[in-house]
């Protein structure tokens, strides 16, 4: 008998990069698999100030989620990811597409007003990586905005354990509980690069939430919640 694939739908292996290539024409469906990231960056956008002829990274910007929100705010959005097939969507959508790794960007120092790190922080294996290149990137002054899921047990449950099961809200496999990320830690360490972090915990409304899953919505809002246990939002900028 041919040994099952750990790749098979009953054993999805944890944060597979080749996820986000083999499921690339979801990127952009408002009800595809991919839905939450659309949700997460309109409740990122809120949280970016409109500039003039200021320049935005957005670490990890897949198919470029961030770029309806940003239109007409004074931005030039550079996107790096390390999807080829994601970075050809955002590019699609007007982002200045990189091909790189979060923890070795291929932009220069203090190059960017804003970064912005989505829904990466529990993907990378190396969080101090991470945010030191992050942090450098930006320019004194600049703004950090970061969503990420908290590395609780509340949270692997809710996240992995119960959200990865409902149909069209999360991808099986998507995440690897040892990834997710420990306040505290990111906290010190964008602090050790300069950038003191303000945290909030978000989700998702639940009367949106009901309404798109039974087909009557498009969207759903994200509402701030009194614990970060779960899934949060941390911005701060970097010391002068």
Same mark, same amino acid.
């Given at each position: 008998?041919?040994?099952?694939?750990?790749?098979?739908?009953?054993?999805?292996?944890?944060?597979?990069?080749?996820?986000?290539?083999?499921?690339?024409?979801?990127?952009?469906?408002?009800?595809?698999?991919?839905?939450?990231?659309?949700?997460?960056?309109?409740?990122?956008?809120?949280?970016?100030?409109?500039?003039?002829?200021?320049?935005?990274?957005?670490?990890?910007?897949?198919?470029?989620?961030?770029?309806?929100?940003?239109?007409?705010?004074?931005?030039?959005?550079?996107?790096?990811?390390?999807?080829?097939?994601?970075?050809?969507?955002?590019?699609?959508?007007?982002?200045?597409?990189?091909?790189?790794?979060?923890?070795?960007?291929?932009?220069?120092?203090?190059?960017?007003?804003?970064?912005?790190?989505?829904?990466?922080?529990?993907?990378?294996?190396?969080?101090?990586?991470?945010?030191?290149?992050?942090?450098?990137?930006?320019?004194?002054?600049?703004?950090?905005?970061?969503? !990420?899921?908290?590395?609780?047990?509340?949270?692997?449950?809710?996240?992995?354990?119960?959200?990865?099961?409902?149909?069209?809200?999360?991808?099986?496999?998507?995440?690897?509980?040892?990834?997710?990320?420990?306040?505290?830690?990111?906290?010190?360490?964008?602090?050790?690069?300069?950038?003191?972090? !303000?945290?909030?915990?978000?989700?998702?409304?639940?009367?949106?939430?009901?309404?798109?899953?039974?087909?009557?919505?498009?969207?759903?809002?994200?509402?701030?919640?009194?614990?970060?246990?779960?899934?949060?939002?941390?911005?701060?900028?970097?010391?002068?």
């Amino acid at each position: 008998m041919r040994r099952q694939s750990e790749s098979s739908p009953r054993r999805p292996v944890p944060n597979d990069p080749g996820l986000y290539e083999r499921l690339a024409g979801e990127w952009w469906r408002p009800r595809g698999v991919f839905a939450m990231l659309h949700w997460l960056a309109a409740a990122r956008a809120e949280l970016i100030p409109p500039a003039r002829g200021a320049v935005l990274v957005d670490l990890g910007c897949g198919a470029g989620l961030l770029a309806p929100h940003l239109e007409g705010r004074g931005y030039a959005h550079v996107g790096v990811d390390r999807s080829a097939a994601a970075l050809r969507q955002a590019a699609s959508h007007g982002v200045h597409s990189v091909l790189g790794d979060v923890c070795a960007v291929p932009l220069a120092d203090g190059c960017a007003d804003v970064v912005v790190a989505g829904e990466i922080l529990e993907h990378v294996p190396d969080l101090a990586g991470a945010v030191a290149e992050a942090c450098r990137l930006l320019r004194p002054g600049g703004l950090l905005v970061v969503d !990420t899921l908290a590395a609780t047990m509340l949270c692997r449950w809710l996240a992995i354990g119960l959200a990865e099961r409902i149909p069209r809200y999360a991808v099986r496999g998507v995440h690897d509980p040892a990834l997710l990320v420990d306040r505290d830690a990111l906290v010190a360490e964008c602090a050790r690069h300069g950038v003191e972090l !303000t945290l909030r915990g978000i989700r998702p409304s639940v009367a949106d939430f009901l309404r798109w899953a039974a087909g009557r919505g498009e969207s759903v809002r994200m509402l701030p919640v009194a614990t970060t246990a779960v899934l949060f939002q941390a911005w701060g900028r970097k010391r002068v």
